[in-house]
């Protein structure tokens, strides 16, 4: 929110420095962005007058100017305006000004061989309007000499930010409300004017849609004179970052921008019968005041006549209707629209205005009346014209809200001690009227409070948040006990082990795209009833999608090789829509595995196989028994059929799944080459007795030195070589404490259909080494868990 410093004075007698008022609205919760002057950006222009002007020796549009600066001898200009004559007062830039267009340093440069000391500028130059067609031409009265800065007038412009909670703050005298409030002037009353109609209104105004347009106001105003705003106007606006676009427009901006009430001025000639607040029908566009064309829906409010829609109510008026230059009667509109359906209509068609900030906030519904007069007021004073009576259709919600209120509260959740007489004064500076039982009534304009804590953060802020003594939380003696739970804890370890394995860990948004949720749903989706925006409007049901988007932006920008993982939530619901969370960590490996070089050949892709040892490797650490999982398929939809499988602890409890992104999959998320990806489900790794999850146990070696024996067995060629390794595990857990695969052949000397599987395994002896007898018993069990699979040791 931008204002000047004159426009606040208009609502606030104060003589506060610039300074001070930065401090206060800082002090109450308004926090100040920033201060413009424009005396430092006028810096190094002066008023001045030039003397003669004479033809440029080498150049026909060009003139040679002797310009009185006011001090010493007069300088030489070179100047290219039509309008330079002699005799002409305008604004000089001497040599080191920055002009304030296109940031050029000014300085001594010969044009065509002749030496010039400056620029005469134009308006558009000097940012103070867009007349670019000579220079600016100042009264023959003005001071030569002068900083222009100073003739001009140098009006500070406060940018401020305005939390959602504070509607009433979207306009500047809500702020100056505020800074009286707070002691730092007098809060000028409004000059409402009682505007009374000379004639009935001409056009038929009605709402047919009480929920989203519970009141609709209106009235003509006929034999108006359209065109440029006054300078005033002109330059209050550009103080708040508006662009100045013609009278009638200037002063709807103007009350919307000083009151935070938007309003809105059609143009009478290019309506047809009856204007109406109702639903939109179906298939129905409207073309807005930006230039784009929306489609409507039945749930969204828009005001139209006859002939179509004209405005999509209470965000953007339409193209069709809009005053221009040569308008003669215009209807003004002030109407209350319904915040919560102007926040779902702007997030549906994804457009944003000044007028949509207002009214999905909430706008005072009182100012209806009020707000049509002054803007009718304006509209007479500077356009002229005769105004009718005024139209008035439903009405806004009129029931105050009364919160029962105690004063100690502040004492208790405020911390500092105010007297019940300040806090029934700030509470009344603020517009809020306070019974003897301390009932509190709450103004309009302040939808925001809702019950007593929010009164109490009204007095506390304007008393002064730096009043609040800084108070030492109590600690109880002795050692702080840590206070991270066993899941922080898990996460914690978690993160560091993928950072150390090499993966960068990503944080991706908990919403998304309906149609990458319904990629990865396992059910119904969780969605959101007020989405952030109409393109996050689900819960993620699987963290892979956002890694997935993240993987495709880092690759269009020339990433080469990415490896990411993330520990979040997925957001899942059940067919009766009961909703849970779920702890997960998601790894998504793609690019170049190992880039290209003399000793590795060609750059490797990553593949399942790099997906599986990260699933591993993490569910070890998170202390899963790895030892006992069960590779088995029906990783998803998602997962290339053939590359892919889940970790199981039996044939339902799924702890992991892993493999190559199918290549629909990732088409839909505009990735080209081959993609791992793992998914840990956190929660799903069983819990030891007593313990709130696997733990790891502390190693300490043993005494005697392990033997490791080495055994190739022929197998079947569909015989997975996982299920082999545990059976051989299992078949002495006393001994058997690690088995790996080596080697996996096929070629000659394998029976055609069979493959042979060479593993490795570690026996740890522990009361005494082992002999030979105790070997050939262990070889025994091993041989014969193979044999249970078809599996024989080869010759």
Known sequence: MKFSLSWLKAHLETEASVEQIAAKLNAIGLEVEGIEDPAEKLKGFRVAKILTADRHPNADKLQVLSVDTGEGAPLQVVCGAPNARAGLVGVLGLPGAVVPANGMVLKVAAVRSVESNGMMCSMRELELGEGHDGIIELPED???????????????VFDISVTPNRPDCMGVYGIARDLAAAGLGTLKPIATPNIAGSYACPVEIRTEDSDGCPAFYGRVIRGVKNGPSPEWLQAALKAAGQRPISALVDITNYIMLTYGRPAHAYDLA???GAVVARKAREGETCLALNGKTYALSESMTVIADEAGVHDIAGIMGGEHSGCADETTDVLLEIAYFTPEGIAATGRALNLTSDARARFERGVDPAFLDAGLDLLSAMVLEICGGEASEVVRAGAAPATPKVVAFDPALVAKLGGVEIAGDEQKRILGALGFAVGADWSVTVPGWRPDVDGAADIVEEVV?????????SVPLPREDGVAKPTATPVQKLERRLRRAAAARGLNEAITWSFLPEAQAEHFAEGPLWRLANPISEDLKVMRPSLIPGLLGAVARNLARGGSSLRLFEIGRRYLRDAQGKGAERLTLSVVLAGERTPRGWATGKAQAFDAFDAKAEALALLAEAGAPVDNLQIMGEAGAQFHPGQSATLRLGPKNVLARFGMLHPATAKAFDLDGPVAVA???????????GAAGFARVNYAPPALQAV??????LAKLETPAGDLLRAIKGSDKANIVAARVFDDFRGAGVAEGHKSIAI????????????EADLKAITDKVTAAAGKLGAVLRG
Not at 679 to 689: G, N, R
Not at 708 to 713: E, H, N, P, S, V
Request: proline share 7%; aromatic share 10%.
């Open 760 to 771: 490795e395994v570690t026996l740890q002896p522990q009361d005494k080494s082992y002999n």
């Open 142 to 156: 003005a001071p030569v000499g002068t900083a222009f800065a100073d003739y001009h007038g140098a009006d500070p």
């Open 679 to 689: 998914e840990i489900f956190l929660d799903a790794i069983p819990a030891k007795k």
């Open 461 to 469: 802020r304007i008393h002064g948040l730096d009043g609040i003594t």
């Open 270 to 272: 290019k309506l047809s």
């Open 708 to 713: 490791k024996r080495d055994f190739a067995f």
